[in-house]
């Protein structure tokens, strides 16, 4: 029939997203992660959903002790939970660092979407590692603050150079002769 066509043909599209999308899709309840897609695998560098399977995203081993800002990832999972509980919003996106299984770090922007809040809450994160985004924006800070740096340098020697100027136009130039070093 056609309503059963129109969910197999929307199931397939929702299938195919889900498998080759970019972003991580990591399905989860409080007791730990119940599904994820190839892209998550690779995110957090694991061989099969199996090495993620029941752990929770925002403790460790997935998630290091502690976030960028030097919070406990613990003591922030738990206010971020908290708050979307609290707030019964549908999504919350939050900046997380996440831990590969070789121990690198992965920066990351998160948007947890809630899908039930009954007695069985379930949640879907999707995950974008913005990692190298992170550290070019770091690398173009810093070659801004060089940038000040050698530009107020350049505005030192325009200052000295331009005294200078103003005292040879007063006082004509001086003329060493070279008997005068003897």
Known sequence: D????????TEARFAAVFEHAAAGYLFFTPVGVTHCNPAT???????????LLGRIPWF????????????ASRERALELMKQHTRSKERVQTCEWR???????LVDTDVAVIALA???HPQFCA???DVTARLAAERDRDAAATLLGVRN????DTNSRLAAANAGLRRHGPRVVRPEHHV
């Open 60 to 71: 460790p081993p997935l998630s290091p002790e502690r976030q960028a800002d030097g919070q």
């Open 41 to 51: 695998l690779r995110l957090f560098g694991v061989d099969g959903p199996d090495q």
């Open 152 to 155: 107020d340098e350049l505005q």
């Open 2 to 9: 056609e309503l059963v066509q129109a969910r197999r043909i």
């Open 98 to 104: 996440f831990q590969r299984r070789d121990g690198s």
């Open 126 to 128: 999707v995950i974008q």
């Open 117 to 119: 809040w009954d007695e």
